[in-house]
Structures are given as structure tokens and as C-alpha cells.
């Protein structure tokens, strides 16, 4: 699981990354198939396999990712109407390419350290919002569009840990939407994971 931001490439006070809820905007990975082989006799190791990654990306609450002439772009509530709530949530399939090394701690334990890329290809996406009707109840909406979000992309990653625990930094070079279909903004994630 990790904490999930927006940045325009390295600007993390972009259009994107300006109006981001970071302590609810999360990762979830989870990887379903290994595969691992040593390199000749170095002490690398590659790894190969297959998994899916989980984004919800929470905004302040006056503000929302629509699509407007076929084009996703934020829009801002009037004031004294914001919403309760808005996410931005979207899905791949991971296949995860990287180089591992790690180093023999005693007492059964190791340190590790692997880098390599991720190709995605996303599943599914949508863009809700939650605010109250006339009666003061929370409704959630489904706003309606294809949200131009990149088919397929790729992350940089580096992992590290002891033994089962670890953490993780990812960032994607790639623009989170289509060339032209939404605003600039490249993924960057921080966290911690488990190994088992």
C-alpha cells in the first residue's frame, strides 16, 4: 500500500498535485504470479510476473475530473456546494520486469534491494463524486465519460526491505491521460509492502 500523488513530471505543485487529498489517495498492489531466475553465478536475481494495481485518488472537495468535449478536465463547485467526497479511481494489470540483489543479514535474515520497470494496462476507471441531496442524504454519482486515461504505461520502481517487509517508490514518465485529452500529470508513489 502506498501514498499516491500527481505531479506534473517533478513539480509537485502542478494542476493535479495542487488539488490532491494525499492522506486519501492510496495504491494497493497486489502481485499474483512470480517468476525468478539467477543471473549466470551473480548474485542477481531477475523477476518477472503478474499482478494488479488498485489507485483512488481523493480531491478537495470543490473539485472533480469531468469530461467535458471528450476532454477530462477538473472542475470546481460553487462555493457553499462543495462535495462530501471525490475520487478519481482506475485499475491495470501490472507486469512487473526487474533485477533483485540482496545480502545475507545471519540469523536467517536478508537484506534486499530490486529495481527494474512495470508495464500496466488498465482495466477499468471512473470518476465519482458523493454529496448530499435535498434531504441531507449522501448520494454518490458515476460522472459519465471514457476518461481518456492511458491504455497502457509503465512505472520505474525500486523496492527494498528485511526479509518480508519492505517499502517501495514508483514513479510513471508517462502522462496519466492520452496526449491532449486531459491534464499533464505523471504518478508518483511512495509506501510499504509485504512479501510472502
Given at each position: ?5 500527481l ?28 517468476g ?36 477530462s478536465?477538473?472542475?470546481t ?60 442524504k ?59
Open positions: 500500500m502506498g501514498f499516491a500523488n505531479p506534473n513530471g517533478l513539480d509537485f505543485d502542478g494542476e493535479l498535485a495542487s488539488i490532491v487529498n494525499l492522506s486519501r489517495s492510496l495504491q494497493y498492489n497486489l502481485n499474483l504470479i512470480e525468478s531466475w539467477r543471473i549466470g553465478n551473480s548474485n542477481f536475481t531477475g523477476i518477472t510476473g503478474m499482478g494488479i494495481q488498485f489507485n483512488a485518488i481523493h480531491w478537495q472537495k470543490n473539485k472533480a475530473i469531468e469530461v467535458v468535449d471528450y476532454k478536465v477538473v472542475t463547485t460553487e462555493p457553499g456546494n462543495e462535495y462530501r467526497d471525490t475520487r478519481l479511481h482506475y485499475t491495470y494489470l501490472t507486469f512487473p520486469f526487474l533485477i533483485e540483489t540482496n545480502w545475507d543479514l545471519g540469523r536467517r535474515s536478508h537484506f534486499f534491494v530490486n529495481a527494474g520497470v512495470v508495464a500496466k494496462v488498465k482495466t477499468a476507471s471512473s470518476s465519482k463524486v458523493w454529496a448530499n441531496n435535498e434531504n441531507g449522501k448520494v454518490k454519482t458515476k460522472l459519465p465519460g471514457e476518461l481518456n486515461i492511458r491504455p497502457v504505461t509503465l512505472d520505474l520502481l525500486l523496492q527494498g526491505g528485511v526479509d518480508d517487509l519492505g517499502f517501495f517508490a514508483s514513479y510513471s514518465p508517462c502522462n496519466l491521460f492520452r496526449n491532449n485529452k486531459g491534464p499533464e500529470a505523471n504518478q508518483a508513489t511512495i509506501g510499504v509492502q509485504f512479501y510472502f
